[in-house]
């Protein structure tokens, strides 16, 4: 019952089945509420109810239901409808009661016939071809012609930008040749009809052994001199136009387009399918005979061989026994249930009662979905299994699977999958034998482990029980503190100097001669804190008593103040070591990097000591203290995760605040504190832990609590307090005087920085006189004036305005100029520093210390007219200025006004957005050398030297930058070498390994590729010279010409090169040596400057000079990272550029030796410009 | 002021080579007996103005005006006449043909003397509307005369440096100078207020720089070896042209923008393709004399060049590889970047009009040569040194030089003969503008 026409996918599928897949007494399969059944046949007056009900997601249906009722997609009357015969009411002829009579209708009755009635347009002579002559009535030629259905145009054809879709086929697969034939005979036999990419012989997947099918991939010849462009999907239609039918060997082939290797990969299966069966055939027969040795012998044959002559071989022979079809497949139905034995293999389920269990339908259901990798398709009386392979790809294979077929037709029913990935959801895995030893093991472990440290545990409340109560501890530690701190000091105020005093380079200048050892390097910007020095000399670890180490003892030793917190997750901490009163940051010390000698460390470290004593903020001391004593002892017992977690996130922030600044990282959480930011407007741009500690107060005050910036304040604050806390303690120690207020007792500030911790918006003012006059004079304002200062500048500045019209006109406008807006510029500047004011509230009135000027000379102003505006300040300076320059001559500048305005506003133009004084010369930036004449077009022309370029041009200024800092790396390099004498090892060459390693890699990739060209020139017999030629081009590196330092020209890496690579080729023109002579003269009167002759032998020169590559570029160098060698390639002289050294991309330019004769007393000697160290000076 | 002792060392053509008025490209020597349609009918000097506004309207009048078949071959007759008769006879044109005959001198008489440059004047240029003259010099300034009356009207003050070279966008507004302090400024001519923001980006010496026609590029050439073309609405670089290994001397825009010229002291002169920056073409010499100046010729199918071998040659960079058409001697160049222009001489219209190129030289002459035929014209003196700029006037029979002599000079072509005209500037002498250059004040800023 095949329903032509309606559904030609299902006709396509149902030549076998359909007749008896849908028996006429059972009920057709139910249909799915889903809109995408709508290919199939509603027919909803028989459907059951249960069935209409079910949702997609239900349509999994209970393993061992029993197969229901069936829902026949067709009419199961055959009839299709009914079409209209006859209508009365249409005949005209009739008369009106005559067409009432009712019309005459017929039934559409299924019919078995598949075809379509024929297309009666084709029947016409000529249609499709459009040569359909119009019959006229005259004798001429017809007006027009039929415009014909199948509209002639041409396809269009495919192109890679515009179309989507793979485009046309570019391989064919072969089939029917000797599986024995080998590659390159096919491949031979291919080249006829295009360049061939590949030759894929398929192999059957179980032996190895060659199947006779053949994946012949091409490729597209690209347009060059001579050949005209081909295309791989020409090459691929022309082979299977051509190819089929062609004989290799003594075999017919069989050639087909296969744009996706799809059909090959249908064909292997197949065959490997066929060579299957037919060993398992072998097998049984073999059984069979063990068994009963007089069976007939029925042929059989090894799976490897063809199958027919004509290439028959891969099609699947026709079922010889129809008939018997269906009990031959009938070992298809497992007995036994399917479902327990998949375990983890991912299957999709089709159920009985979807599509009923029959033996013959697993072929089908595998055609069905042979577009699909499954592994294998099984049915059991639950119904079908398409299992996949075990892996992701077999897991997204299934889920692709049943999105694509589910509820899809198969036949008349419905394949209503049931989608299981990850194989049997019921299945359980029972671990395996191993996998429960190593549990319990470890198990065993852990709890082993928990013993132990509960023991310890114990012990340490025994000891600690014994030793400490927390106020001795506290003292205990205090102590501790103190020592270390005395002994810090010791160091670094007594010993310090005088082992610095004793190591100063000048003490040893005698002693350093006779041993010949250089002078120590000045002072350089390389100020790396000398980690070593700071870790022995920075308090701690191992020379005080009763540090870290000499504790408690124990592991834990941390816990000796803090209370048990039993959240604590004990087994994976329990091996980290924390120490409450060391700080985190110094158990992990900077490791030292470069080895300075002992005296700079020591020096180093004795001016950042000085610093520190004052500031707290030097890079070494201050820091650490600083940020390790804001933690209030106790946060840092109790929560120890969480403060992890803080650390962490402050250093998120200050990485964050690198890139952003102050002001946009606290954009998101300071919403509406505008207004705070309008009061700390002037340490709005400060790292709060750069911030003086009045600053920090203030911004305490002013943020609230939940801001950042505060907590960071906060911070800080408490570093400074705990700080000074440290100072206070040491002076009191050190019996250094300080004034008796400060001079607070030691417990005191204990109790007054925990109720810091507790509540820390607290913010009263600590007199400490000793520090802010000592912040002042760091300042960088070089003026300060009190405000009573400011109040008597304005009065001048008032009376210069009103007393104007007595000074003399021409310097009138210099005085009006700028007098008034000077005060106005300069209060803010004033106001913006706080600690003016807090002075200024303190010391109101008459500066008592001594008299102060009233301006101040500022040297660093230029004397320009705006220097001279801001210098005369009023009558009496303008007389002092003209009593100065009275004896100078004045310079004719006709209008003064006009002048003065003209020369503002040259510097203005100059000085773009720049007001008032400026402190540099308005001077032309960078290289300038002024022309005598006054310009370089009235200079004249004059040869510049290289020398003198060097300075400007800026490819040469890159260049030799680079080189600077690669030579001082050098330089460096080799110092820290000398001074870790005995462990000789290399830094900064990390990238040499991985370039070796990769240019072995290449190495060897050539070594195969030679090989490969070798086995195919004797599989091939011939071979063209561009093969040869190809070897050396080969290995030609990537690299590029730009502009030199050396010379006009150079060429640069573009990958790294490993030593002794080669390079590239020196290409140009082949020239015998009187040529050469001849050529070198007329490049010397032409004034090509650059002579790209190479000499290979007596009587040979390359010259490429006109024509040649761009090795030509390579620039002379006396320390060269290259070297040119003249080798033989297939009997001509080949000039190679190979790397002296590893080269590194982008580091430096190539160059070689060029190794011209010597001529020491020459005149025309070329000068060498390689500025390298060994450089000789000349070319020659 | 024609000097006629002073011959031109190579020896005098015959008029037979500009067989066909200016109606170039100037034959070679071979193929001067060729049919003149064989080349190309553009004329050279066809365009008096150069990057006027009336750009499409002048093309226009030229390409109608082209000469018939019919008077072409009436010239070729002629000018074979013409070969006949003695070339010593200058004064003995054919009277054939319609207007006027092609004058085989030139009187350009001096008419204004502009003081007022304290240093050398660098260079000197017509606006394209005629109005104005520029020059700047290397006392750091630049100043505006009016062309017709002499009177200077502006001095523009804000360069560091000495000032090299000066251009004018094509619509006289603005006008932009290249200076030693590596700076190329912009400035406005009716305010003589200098635009704020420079254009900076050059290593060196700014040499040379020139005005696309419509204004909106400006191509400069360094001393830092650097071509850089200039985006003037957003004062940066557009595109560095990399390509000479010594200071770039000179750069020109053809008439259409499309293409640059650049040339450079090592001698090479490169013809770059605006839109991409490739070089199309890299004309050398095989002396490989430094090359100092380089201009576009009006019709933009050559390239007129100075080179320190005293020579002026003219290139034909289409064809081929380029090759040297013309070579223009006479005067003294080996040592100053000299620069010249184009002109059109000749009464009648177009048909009767020649080209005439006009350079300076170091001995303090002017030269004008006749292009097709090379022939000098005019051998002007007056100035007391090295003529480093000569420009043409964009429509009227003016000159204008500026020299080493601190001074600017304008010329003018009198019609009347040469004795007469002799004896006109004998009783007249030029008038100067009366401007004493010490009496201007100094420019504390210029580096000495």
């Known amino acids: ?52 009900a079910k949702t997609a997601a239900e349509t999994i249906t209970p393993v061992h239901t029993p197969p229901e009722a069936r829902i026949s997609i067709w009419p199961s009357d055959g009839k299709l409808g009914q079409r209209l015969y006859y209508d009365p009411m249409m005949d005209e002829k009739l008369d009106s009661r005559a067409r009432r009579a009712p019309p005459t ?43 014909i259905a199948p509209y002639v145009a041409k396809t269009y054809s495919f192109d890679p930008r515009i179309s989507c879709g793979p485009g046309p086929a570019t391989q064919v697969v072969v089939t029917g040749f000797d599986p024995l034939t080998s590659d390159a005979q096919l491949r031979a036999f291919f080249t006829a009809y295009g360049d061939v990419e590949s030759v894929k012989n398929q192999i059957h997947p179980d032996n190895g052994s060659f199947l006779g099918i053949c994946l012949v991939k091409f490729r597209d010849i690209p347009a060059s001199r001579g050949v005209v462009a081909v295309k791989a999907s020409t090459s691929a239609k022309r082979a299977e136009r051509e190819g089929t039918n062609q004989r290799i060997g003594l075999q017919t082939v069989k050639v087909h387009c296969d744009r996706e290797g799809r059909r090959c990969t249908r064909l292997v299966n197949y065959a490997v399918e066929q060579s299957r069966k037919g060993e398992e055939k072998l097998r049984a027969k073999l059984a069979a ?229 250089p002078d120590p390097l000045e002072k350089q910007e390389d100020t790396r804190p000398p980690a070593a020095m700071t870790l022995s000399l920075d308090t ?21 103040l803090g209370p048990y917190d039993p959240n604590r997750p004990r087994g994976k901490k329990s091996l980290k070591v924390v120490n409450a009163f060391a700080d985190e940051r110094r158990k992990a010390p900077p490791k030292p990097r470069a080895a300075h000698s002992l005296f700079r460390r020591m020096e180093e470290l004795m001016k950042a000591d000085e610093e520190s004593d004052d500031e707290g903020q030097s890079p070494h001391t201050g820091r650490d203290t600083q940020e390790q004593e804001s933690r209030p002892i106790s946060v840092v017992e109790s929560s120890d995760e969480e403060d992890d977690e803080e650390s962490s996130r402050t250093h998120r922030a200050k990485r964050r605040r690198l890139v952003a600044g102050w002001g946009e990282e606290s954009d998101d959480e300071m919403m509406d504190d505008s207004h705070a930011r309008s009061l700390l407007a002037h340490c709005i741009h400060k790292d709060p832990e750069n911030m003086a500690e009045k600053e920090l107060e203030q911004v305490i005050a002013i943020l609230p609590r939940s801001s950042p910036i505060w907590k960071k304040a906060d911070k800080a604050l408490k570093g400074f307090r705990r700080l000074r806390k440290i100072e206070q303690e040491a002076d009191a120690i050190f019996g250094v005087e300080t004034p ?78 700028v007098e008034e807006p000077k005060p106005a510029a300069q209060a803010p500047v004033i106001e913006e520093t706080p600690e003016e004011d807090e002075r200024a509230s303190v010391n109101w009135g008459v500066s008592t210390i001594e008299p102060r000027r009233t301006v101040d000379d500022d040297f660093s102003v230029v004397m320009d007219i705006d220097g001279w505006q801001h210098l005369v300040k009023d009558e009496e300076d303008l007389a002092h200025l003209k009593s100065s320059v009275q004896h100078m001559a ?291 | 002021m024609v000097d006629r002792r002073n011959s031109p060392p190579k020896r005098r053509r015959d008029d037979h080579d500009n067989h066909d008025d200016c109606d170039s ?176 980006g050059h290593h060196n010496y700014v040499y040379s720089i020139a005005f696309s026609p419509k204004g909106n590029m400006l191509v400069s050439g360094s001393y830092d070896e650097a071509v850089f073309l200039w985006d003037v609405r957003a004062a940066r670089v557009m595109r560095s042209l990399p390509a000479h290994s010594d200071p770039v001397s000179g750069v020109d825009f053809v008439r259409d923008g499309t293409l640059i010229v650049s040339c450079s002291h090592d001698g090479l002169i490169r013809v770059w393709d605006t839109a991409t920056g490739q070089c199309l073409r890299t004309l050398v010499h095989e002396d490989n004399a430094p090359v100092t100046s380089v201009i576009f010729s009006p019709n933009g199918k050559y390239v007129l060049a100075w080179t320190l071998d005293s020579c002026v040659r003219l290139w034909n960079y289409i064809e081929g590889k380029g090759k040297c058409v013309k070579t223009y001697q006479g005067h003294k160049n080996t040592n100053h970047s000299l620069a010249g222009a184009f002109g059109t001489y000749g009464g009648g219209p177009p048909p009767h009009q020649w080209a005439f190129v006009a350079s300076g030289s170091e001995s303090g002459d002017i030269v004008l040569w006749d292009v097709s035929s090379k022939n000098v014209l005019q051998r002007l003196s007056g100035h007391t040194d090295a003529v480093l700029s000569v420009d043409m006037h964009p429509t009227e029979k003016l000159m204008v030089s500026g020299g080493l002599d601190r001074t600017v000079r304008i010329w003018k072509e009198s019609i009347s003969p040469p004795q007469s005209a002799l004896e006109a500037a004998a009783a007249e002498p030029p008038r100067t503008n009366g401007f004493d250059p010490e009496i201007l004040p100094p420019n504390p800023f210029a580096a000495a």
Not at chain 1, 21 to 28: A, F, R
Not at chain 1, 118 to 143: F, N, Q
């Open chain 1, 289 to 517: 005979k063990s068994a009963t040795p007089a069976a007939p012998g029925t042929f059989d044959l090894p799976a490897n061989v063809p199958k027919g002559p004509s290439g028959k071989g891969a099609r699947p022979p026709p079922p010889r026994e129809t008939l018997s079809r269906k009990a031959q497949l009938a070992f298809l139905v497992e007995k036994e249930p399917i479902k327990p034995k998949l375990k983890r293999k991912p299957y999709l389920f089709i159920a009985h009662q979807y599509v009923p269990v029959l033996s013959t339908t697993v072929d089908h259901l595998k055609k069905r979905l042979k577009n699909y990798h499954w592994k294998d398709v099984r049915c059991d009386q639950t119904g079908y299994y398409v299992i996949f392979e075990e892996s992701k790809r077999g897991e997204d294979e299934t889920v692709r699977c049943y999105k694509e077929c589910h509820m899809l037709a198969l036949f008349t029913y419905v394949m209503n999958m049931e989608c299981n990935q990850y194989g049997d959801p019921s299945y359980e895995r029972s671990p395996s034998p191993e996998r429960v030893m190593q549990q319990k093991r470890r198990k065993a472990e852990e709890e082993r482990i928990a013993g132990e440290e509960a023991e310890d545990w114990d012990l340490e409340k025994r000891q600690r029980a014994e030793v400490a109560d927390p106020v001795a501890g506290a003292i205990e530690k205090l102590e501790e503190e103190l020592l270390e701190r005395m002994i810090s000091e010791i160091r670094q105020r007594v010993a310090g100097p005088e082992l610095l005093q004793l190591m100063a380079p000048d003490r040893h200048v005698a002693k350093r001669r006779r041993l010949n050892i």
């Open chain 1, 1 to 52: 019952m095949s329903y032509t026409g309606r559904h030609p996918s299902l006709h396509a599928l149902t030549p076998l089945t359909s007749t008896d897949s849908s028996p006429p007494g059972k009920l057709p399969s139910p249909r799915s509420a889903k809109p995408s059944h709508e290919t199939m046949y509603a027919t909803p007056h028989d459907a059951p109810s249960s069935a209409i």
């Open chain 1, 105 to 147: 209708y017929k039934e559409i009755l299924e019919k078995g016939d598949p075809s379509p009635p024929p297309d009666p347009r084709l029947a016409i002579v000529g249609y499709t071809s459009g040569k359909y002559p119009i019959k006229t009535v005259g004798a001429g030629p017809p007006k027009s012609r039929l415009r």
């Open chain 1, 540 to 560: 701690y670890t191992p020379l005080t008593p009763r540090s870290r180490g000499a504790g408690f003892g124990g592991r834990h030793g941390r816990k000796a």
């Open chain 2, 25 to 200: 490209p100037p034959p070679k020597r071979s193929a001067s007996r060729t049919p003149p349609n064989a080349s190309p009918q553009y004329r050279l000097a066809a365009r008096p103005r150069r990057y006027s506004g009336q750009d499409g309207e002048d093309s226009r009048r030229y390409y109608r005006e082209e000469p018939s078949p019919r008077s072409r071959s009436q010239s070729r007759t002629r000018s074979e006449s013409r070969s006949r008769s003695t070339p010593d006879r200058p004064s003995t044109p054919p009277q054939r043909g319609p207007g006027p005959a092609k004058p085989t001198e030139l009187h350009y008489t001096p008419t204004f003397i502009l003081r007022g440059h304290k240093k050398g004047v660098s260079a000197v240029k017509f606006s394209p509307d005629g109005r104005w003259i520029a020059s700047c010099s290397a006392d750091c300034t630049i100043k505006i005369w009016d062309a017709r009356t002499g009177k200077l009207e502006h001095t523009l003050e804000g360069h560091l440096a000495g000032i090299s070279t000066i251009a004018w966008s094509h619509d006289s507004k603005i006008l932009a100078s290249g200076s030693d302090d590596k700076s190329i400024r912009l400035w406005d001519v009716s305010t003589g207020m200098a635009h704020p923001t420079p254009f900076i």
């Open chain 1, 890 to 1180: 004045a310079a004719k500048i006709g209008d003064a006004q006009s002048w003065a305005w003209k020369q503002k506003s040259i510097k203005h133009l100059n000085r773009p957005g720049e007001e008032g004084v400026s402190r540099t010369e308005t001077k032309i930036e960078g290289y300038y050398v002024p022309n005598a004449t006054g310009s370089a077009r009235t200079e004249g022309v004059k040869k510049i030297r290289e020398a003198e370029k060097s300075k400007y041009l800026p490819h040469r200024i890159r260049v030799q930058k680079e080189r600077e800092e690669r030579q001082r790396q050098a330089k460096q390099q080799e110092r820290t070498m000398t001074t870790v004498e005995g462990f000789k090892f290399q830094t900064g060459s990390g990238l040499k390994p991985s370039t070796t390693a990769a240019s072995r890699a290449n190495r060897a990739n050539n070594r195969r590729l030679v090989n490969d060209i070798s086995i195919s020139k004797n599989m091939t017999g011939a071979e063209g010279d561009a093969l040869r030629f190809n070897q050396l081009k080969k290995r030609k590196k990537l690299v590029k010409f730009d502009r030199s330092a050396i010379h006009n020209w150079g060429l640069y890496a573009q990958e790294n090169i490993a030593a002794n690579d080669m390079i590239i080729e020196y290409v140009g023109e082949q020239v015998r040596q009187r040529v050469a002579d001849l050529r070198e003269v007329k490049y010397d009167m032409q004034g090509v400057g650059s002579s790209y002759l190479f000499r290979i032998d007596e009587d040979t020169v390359i010259d490429a000079t006109n024509m040649g590559g761009i090795a030509r570029f390579i620039n002379h160098s006396c320390t060269p990272n290259c070297t040119a060698k003249i080798i033989r390639v297939d009997g001509t002289k080949r000039i190679v550029i190979y790397a002296l050294r590893d080269i590194n991309q982008a580091d430096e330019e190539l160059t070689y030796d060029y190794k011209f004769e010597r001529e020491m007393d020459a005149t025309d000697r070329i000068p060498c410009l390689c500025g390298s160290v060994g450089c000789k000076g000349f070319l020659n």
């Open chain 1, 740 to 817: 008796p207020e400060d001079k607070l007792d030691p417990i005191v500030i204990v109790t007054h920085e925990d109720e810091d911790a507790s509540k820390p918006i607290q913010t009263t003012e600590l007199p400490e006189p000793g520090k802010v006059p000592t912040k002042k004079k760091s300042g960088p304002k070089s003026k300060r004036k009190t405000k009573k200062q400011l109040e008597e500048e304005a009065k001048a500045a008032q009376v210069s305005v009103t007393e104007i019209t007595e000074i003399t006109p021409a310097a009138e406008s210099v005085v009006t100029e």
